[in-house]
């Protein structure tokens, strides 16, 4: 996603804990899982500005949607949200190793699905196996057929990576995606 934005990049994982802290809500949990991702890697990239992100999904009750990991759990999953509306929340971070700054935010994306058949189930998730998907299905895949509406500032937070924060978060960093094109 972030060759969209045609800047240099480098990709790095931070190896942390992603343990919901007790009591902590969704949109909490992402925000800190994404700050501290992307401060872990300070030391490795001293002079750089780092991005973490991290997303989980909830129910209308802020149930966590997690992985499911296997093909029964994804049934059990997207049969619970059949007909129902999920809110995805994608924590993005933006951290200057420079100065020790670091902004971050939540972003919320809801989905509403479709009513789904057992059979529609089982056939989406032969066809794609989104195993390690929270939610169970893939956006930028054939999980679109799954949604009656979407709703959102950026749809990109869908997938993982709120493009439109992270533009807004770079140019209170002092960076302007237009003026650092990678020349081809």
Do not use: W
Not at 70 to 95: D, I, K, M, P, Y
Not at 116 to 131: F, N
């Amino acid at each position: 996603m972030l060759e969209r934005l045609g800047m240099p990049f480098e990709t790095a994982s931070p190896e942390i804990d992603e343990s919901p802290l007790p009591g902590e809500t969704a949109p909490a949990l992402v925000e800190r899982l994404a700050r501290t991702k992307a401060t872990a890697l300070a030391s490795r990239f001293p002079a750089h500005l780092i991005i973490g992100s991290d997303q989980v999904a909830t129910l209308e009750d802020g149930t966590i949607l997690g992985k499911p990991g296997t093909h029964e759990n994804a049934c059990r999953q997207l049969a619970r949200c059949s007909g129902r509306t999920v809110t995805f929340h994608t924590g993005l971070a933006l951290h200057d190793s420079r100065t020790g700054r670091t902004i971050s935010a939540c972003e919320p994306y809801i989905v509403h699905f479709r009513s789904l058949t057992g059979e529609d189930i089982d056939q989406y998730l032969r066809a794609e196996q989104p195993y390690q998907c929270a939610g169970s299905f893939r956006m930028e895949g054939l999980g679109i057929v799954l949604f009656d509406r979407l709703e959102g500032r950026d749809p990109n937070t869908l997938i993982g990576l709120p493009l439109m924060k992270l533009t807004d978060m770079l140019r209170v960093s002092g960076v302007d995606v237009l003026r650092h094109q990678r020349r081809s």
